[in-house]
């Protein structure tokens, strides 16, 4: 029989349905490919493309020229601009912002031809200290409210340049999911002055079905109630409600995972087309009227990164309700990972 499992970080309700799984195999599908003429992030290139706000550049080389291992741009095409004030009114019953923010691309490698999958987890650590490095710049702007970092994979995915490459939106409110999230770990705070991810997380290591890899400092799992099928959360074992705080060190070991954890998605599931998220605290500025506003995020709040594969789309059931049918249990797809050989497709 199928499964309603709810899960309280999200507070919505998943359909496993038992009866109905489906193997790696099962998901299997030709990739599109996305070719372009002339790739602007690539290595050679650098003219092509907007001035450079941040680089790694391990030998020390001019900006906006060979010699960079991650380079991030803002986009040419932005979302959202940071030029300009904001402004917020009322539309009859409805309200409007203008469009305030920042959009920004990290070009995470130079070769065109190698994959986030490809990297090991110094390169991948690289990539997140980029991340944090802008992170901690975009937040000393009062106007942002959220910083977003993201990646998509593949044509599928919603890729138009197939260079590697992840995303940095900042916006001037707080997304309405982010925003539940946060008041879920603040309430459970409240009533049990315990961090609601620390106890999943601990519960996780516990039960062992749904854990992916557990190396003592980061914990890669597939959620219990699980919308997705191979969703997959990956989360700091030591409690840490801002990502930009991470060490050197802590961020080498995020790499090493998130390098672990992309290979064996792609040997079991021969490269499928992939999203990650990172969900980490809004920056802590004032508000007016409202001078404890998210004071407890330090002690209720835990940084994780989302990871979903691109398997399954999503029908009307799921759209009417919000409720998503998962045809693969976590404790099955958690299995097929642990046992994946991270080196079968190098």
């Not at 991030?72 to 019953?93: W, Y």
């Not at 923010?101 to 990297?119: C, K, M, N, S, V």
Request: proline share 8%.
């Amino acid at each position: 029989m199928s499964e309603l499992r709810w899960d309280p970080l999200k507070a919505n309700w998943a359909i496993i349905t038992e009866g109905r799984g489906r193997r790696p195999q099962e998901f299997l599908a030709p990739r599109e490919k996305l070719a372009v003429a002339a790739c602007p992030f690539c290595y050679g290139k650098e003219q092509k493309t907007p001035p450079e706000i941040y680089a790694h550049r391990p030998n020390g080389s001019g900006a906006n020229q060979p010699g960079w291992q991650v380079r991030v741009i803002p986009n040419k095409f932005p979302a959202l601009q940071v030029e300009g004030e904001l402004e917020s009114e009322a539309h009859g019953l409805y309200d409007r912002m203008n469009g305030i923010g920042a959009h920004e691309i990290i070009i995470e490698q130079p070769d065109h031809e190698r994959d986030t999958a490809d990297l090991n987890g110094a390169e991948i650590a690289e990539i997140f200290r980029a991340f944090r490095a802008r992170m901690i710049d975009l937040r000393n702007d009062e106007r942002l409210r959220y910083l977003f970092a993201f990646k998509n994979n593949g044509v599928e995915a919603a890729v138009n340049v197939p260079h590697s490459h992840s995303q940095l939106i900042a916006v001037p409110l707080v997304p309405p999911m982010i925003s539940t999230e946060l008041s879920i770990c603040r309430d459970y705070y409240e009533h049990k002055e315990r961090c609601l991810i620390c106890d999943l997380l601990r519960q996780e290591r516990q039960e062992k079905s749904r854990v992916v890899r557990d190396d003592g400092n980061i914990l890669v799992y597939a959620p219990y109630a699980s919308s997705f099928p191979f969703e997959l959360r990956i989360a700091p074992l030591q409690h840490s409600h801002d990502f930009t705080a991470q060490t050197d060190q802590q961020l080498l070991a995020l790499g090493d995972a998130m390098s672990d954890t992309l290979k064996r998605i792609r040997a079991a599931l021969r490269d499928p087309p992939y999203s990650f998220i990172l969900h980490t605290s809004p920056p802590m500025h004032m508000r007016k009227g409202r001078p404890g506003y998210w004071s407890s995020l330090p002690f209720d709040y835990h940084w994780y990164i989302e990871l979903v594969p691109k398997l399954t789309k999503m029908a009307g059931f799921e759209w009417g309700t919000g409720f998503h049918m998962n045809p693969t249990p976590p404790e099955e797809a958690a299995e097929f990972l642990r046992n994946a050989d991270p080196e079968l497709m190098r």
